[in-house]
């Protein structure tokens, strides 16, 4: 037998189908609005009636007139949205008969719910706005507080649990980390939100930690991972960012047995700033080539040819494709089949893009708690739907040599207190510009 679920539950899965866009409607917003106004009304009926009968919807009453929920009864309420119809739940058995305070106050307050629906959408709900809109004409509160708490923190709740889960579960082989700016304070610059994922050893993608800074400085993004790391996440095999100064310091701080990768489609980005038209073409076939190269020798002869043809004509350019260089050709000591996903932060700018779309529908989301609420609600939505990679036994075999190397070179690197052959290797590259 299906288990019978409370009206709010189905309306809350219909709001999540139409933000995920899996429920097409002619005017998204207003249809948004109505969802989440009437997902409120549900909400708080349930709420009255369980605290009218002292129990939960699926526990049983302690003996005669107790009352029993019985069923649901549909109500309508006039927006200026539109007619906004809703399920509220009956009350049977009760010595005397239950009637609905809250219902018989929400027919004057349809404006109240519809600011409190675009609240919950774009800001998250406050305790204080709730108990606005749920007070009677004498002042008097029709839910109880704790029901307005939990009305109001079901999303932090939510977020919370998910910044605070333990990581051991996720043999994490390839951590991406990435920022995108929001504007949290009206008229201040905007803000930094940081947010992880990787690639497991079994090739689940994982939205791994969410986090606002207030810039992306080494302190800042160090405290991020450390977080991660408090909650039992591994050392990766490799660790890809864009070229931010403090990610690219808090990386090497934080996971001192990993590799670097530098975010290729951010370098060519920079490239493509730097180099003339008509010369790009060129330029950049040789730079892809020594990027997507078969190894990292041939990736530094590539890109010592390169450095010799174009040194004179564009010196900046060529200084920007050096710089970092062997965080660039990191990906190619992992297995051939995986390079593609690896060498850029693009999974985590789509994931980006799904939040921006929403903030496009409800926009002025003021505030470090709400603006992580919609990034929280709209990315792991979307990472549900990321799709596995396939890794075979050979290929973890090649993985488990790449962490013996890595093990190796960060021993003799403490032991020894030598530079490590990345850091020759780039010398000598430089030393090729210099000549």
């Excluded at 007619?83 to 509220?88: C, M, P, V």
């Excluded at 051991?168 to 980390?177: G, K, N, Q, R």
Aim: net charge neutral; glycine share 6%.
């Amino acid at each position: 037998m299906t288990r019978r679920l409370p009206a709010s539950e189905c309306t809350r899965e219909a709001l999540n189908d139409l933000i995920d866009e899996r429920l097409r409607v002619d005017n998204a917003r207003s249809e948004l609005v109505k969802l989440a106004t009437r997902l409120i009304i549900e909400e708080g009926l349930e709420a009255e009636v369980r605290d009218a009968l002292g129990r939960e919807y699926y526990e049983h009453g302690a003996g005669l007139g107790d009352g029993y929920r019985n069923g649901v009864r549909r109500g309508r309420l006039k927006t200026a949205e539109g007619a906004i119809d809703f399920s509220a739940p009956q009350v049977a058995g009760t010595a005397a008969p239950f009637r609905s305070e809250l219902r018989a106050h929400l027919k004057g307050h349809s404006e109240a719910l519809e600011d409190l629906a675009v609240e919950m959408l774009a800001r998250g709900l406050s305790v204080r706005d709730i108990e606005a809109a749920f007070r009677d004409e004498e002042g008097r509160l029709l839910l109880s507080r704790t029901a307005v708490s939990e009305i109001g923190e079901r999303l932090w709740a939510d977020y919370q649990e998910f910044a605070g889960r333990d990581l051991c579960e996720y043999d994490v082989a390839y951590l991406f980390v990435d920022g995108v700016a929001e504007r949290i304070r009206p008229g201040q610059k905007r803000e930094p939100e940081l947010a992880a994922w990787g690639f497991t050893g079994e090739g689940r993608k994982v939205l791994l930690h969410l986090m606002a800074g207030s810039k992306e400085d080494h302190e800042t993004v160090s405290a991020f991972f450390q977080d991660m790391r408090g909650r039992s996440l591994g050392d990766p095999l490799l660790v890809v960012s864009d070229g931010a100064p403090g990610i690219v310091k808090a990386i090497e701080t934080c996971f001192v047995r990993s590799a670097r990768q530098r975010c290729l489609a951010h370098r060519m980005r920079n490239l493509a700033a730097k180099v003339p038209e008509d010369l790009w073409p060129d330029f950049k076939a040789r730079a892809t080539a020594a990027y997507h190269a078969p190894s990292r020798a041939i990736a530094r002869d590539l890109a010592a040819g390169l450095v010799a043809d174009y040194d004179r004509k564009l010196p900046s350019a060529v200084a920007c494709f050096m710089d970092d260089f062997e965080a660039c050709i990191a990906h190619l000591r992992i297995p051939v089949t995986h390079r593609r996903a690896v060498r850029t932060t693009n999974l985590l700018e789509r994931l980006f893009v799904e939040e921006r779309r929403r903030l496009k529908i409800i926009p002025n989301a003021w505030g470090e708690k709400p603006v992580l609420k919609l990034m929280f609600a709209a990315m792991t939505r979307a990472a549900e739907r990321w799709k596995a990679i396939r890794i075979t036994e050979f290929e973890r075999r090649q993985m488990a040599a790449v962490r013996a190397e890595l093990d190796k070179e960060y021993e003799a690197q403490i032991g020894l207190g030598k530079p490590t052959s990345k850091e020759k290797h780039s010398e000598k590259i430089s030393s090729t510009s210099r000549t």
